[in-house]
C-alpha cells in the first residue's frame, strides 16, 4: 500500500464551488504539505504543516484552506474554485528526525476547474 | 529572485549513453540541501538522491549522481547508461532554513529527458 495517498485522483468541478482534497499518510511523518504544479512551474507550496497545531502558509495561499485532521491527515480546501486553480495537486509528507528530510509525496490529484 | 535554475526545457540522449541535467541555486543559507525527484508521465513524483550542503562527497545512487560544485552554486544530476524508462520530467529543488526555522522548499521548472532507442 501507498505511504501518502490522495484522494480524489481526478476532479472536475465548475466554477464557485467548493471542493476538498484529502491527504493521507502511513509514514508517521510530522510535517506535510500541499503544492501545485502547473506546467512550466515546477512545484509551488500551498499550506505547510509542522504538526496538527501548526499550519503555515506558502508561496501561494490565497483561495485555499487546510485542515490537519490528525498527524496523518491534511486537507486542502478551495472555497470557491475557480479555472485558473486548474493545475496537479500534491500532498508531500517528511520527517524532522531525518537529516536530509527529503520530502516523499502523494500520486498528485488532477483538478479542472470548469 | 529565481533560486533554483533548470536552463534545459528538453533533452535528448541515446539509451545507453550518460547524460547531464543542469541546476544552479542561490541561497545565502550556509545549512541547505539538495534533492533531485523524477516525475514521469504517470505523475507521480519520485525522491532520486540528496545532497547536503556540507556534505564532502558527491552523492550516489545506483545510476544516479549528483555534480555538486558548491562554490558555483550548481548540483548536477548525472545518469550513466540511459534507459528507455528514464524518460520523464526532472525537477530539481532545494530545502533551505531547516536550522533557523525559516523552512522553506523550492523547486526548479523542470527538465523533460527523453530517452532514445
Known amino acids: 500500500d501507498a505511504d501518502v495517498t490522495q484522494t480524489p485522483r481526478n476532479r472536475i468541478t465548475k466554477t464557485g464551488k467548493r471542493i476538498m482534497l484529502e491527504c493521507s499518510q502511513t509514514k508517521g511523518h510530522d510535517r506535510m504539505y500541499w503544492y501545485r504544479q502547473d506546467p512550466g512551474l515546477g512545484l509551488r507550496l500551498i499550506y505547510y504543516?509542522?504538526?496538527?497545531?501548526?499550519?503555515n502558509k506558502g508561496e501561494i495561499s490565497d483561495g485555499y484552506s487546510v485542515s490537519r485532521q490528525a498527524q496523518a491527515k491534511f486537507s486542502l480546501s478551495l472555497e470557491s474554485a475557480i479555472p485558473n486553480q486548474t493545475a496537479l495537486y500534491f500532498c508531500?509528507?517528511?520527517?524532522?528526525?531525518?537529516?536530509?528530510?527529503?520530502?516523499?509525496f502523494g500520486p498528485g490529484t488532477r483538478l479542472l476547474v470548469l | 529572485a529565481q533560486k533554483i535554475t533548470q536552463t534545459q526545457p528538453g533533452m535528448f540522449v541515446q539509451e545507453k549513453e550518460a547524460v547531464t541535467l543542469d541546476c544552479t541555486y542561490d541561497t545565502s543559507d550556509p545549512s541547505y540541501g539538495l534533492f533531485w525527484y523524477k516525475q514521469p508521465s504517470s505523475g507521480e513524483m519520485i525522491f532520486l538522491i540528496y545532497q547536503g550542503s556540507y556534505d564532502q562527497q558527491n552523492a550516489t545512487e545506483g545510476r544516479y549522481s549528483l555534480n555538486f560544485q558548491k562554490a558555483r552554486k550548481s548540483a548536477n544530476l548525472v545518469i550513466s547508461a540511459s534507459q528507455l524508462g528514464d524518460s520523464a520530467m526532472y525537477f530539481c529543488a532545494m530545502r533551505e532554513g531547516r536550522n533557523t526555522g525559516g523552512f522553506k522548499t523550492i523547486f526548479g521548472a523542470g527538465t523533460r529527458l527523453f530517452v532514445k532507442a
Open positions: 508531500a509528507t517528511s520527517d524532522p528526525a531525518d537529516s536530509q528530510e527529503t520530502q516523499y
Open positions: 504543516s509542522f504538526d496538527v497545531k501548526d499550519i
